[in-house]
């Protein structure tokens, strides 16, 4: 999708700092990081937010999730803990308009989220 970053990663025009790849997700780490771990789970199909999943496009919740846990062990968090936040919308404050998980961790995480 033109005019979209996350699709321009995906496509190599803009740089990243890739931590996971396969055929349907990409992971790579938020440039602005909240966390001593955030990584920013994508899939490769654009898709604009949890609002735009339908039975064509829901399958890909199992490979993010199935990634999200793999970099979760790979980061040496998945014992001590971490989040999975989508936004969604703007009272939620979503700024990339293709859908993203956020996976934090490394430090102590306030709940609830301001
Ligand atoms: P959200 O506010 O949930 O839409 O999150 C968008 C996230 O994307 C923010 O945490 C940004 O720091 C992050 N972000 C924006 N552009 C880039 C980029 N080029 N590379 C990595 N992360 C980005
Ligand atoms: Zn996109």
Redesign the pocket.
Same mark, same amino acid.
């Given at each position: 999708m033109e005019n979209c $970053?996350f699709c321009g @990663?995906i496509e190599g025009r $803009?740089p990243?700092e890739k931590v996971y790849e396969d055929e349907n997700v990409l992971a790579?780490?938020? @440039? /602005?990081p909240?966390a001593p771990v955030h990584v920013?789970v994508i899939p490769k199909k654009h898709i604009e937010s949890i609002n735009a999943l339908d039975e064509s496009n829901i399958s890909i919740l199992a490979p993010i999730y199935r990634a999200l846990k793999k970099i979760a062990v790979d980061f040496n968090i998945s014992e001590s803990g971490y989040r999975v936040v989508t /936004?969604c919308g703007e009272d939620a404050?979503?700024?990339?308009q293709h859908i #993203?998980f #956020?996976l934090l961790g490394g430090r102590s995480l306030n709940w609830p989220p301001g």
């Open positions: $970053i @990663i $803009i990243c790579f780490k938020d @440039i /602005n909240e920013l /936004n404050g979503q700024t990339v #993203h #956020h």
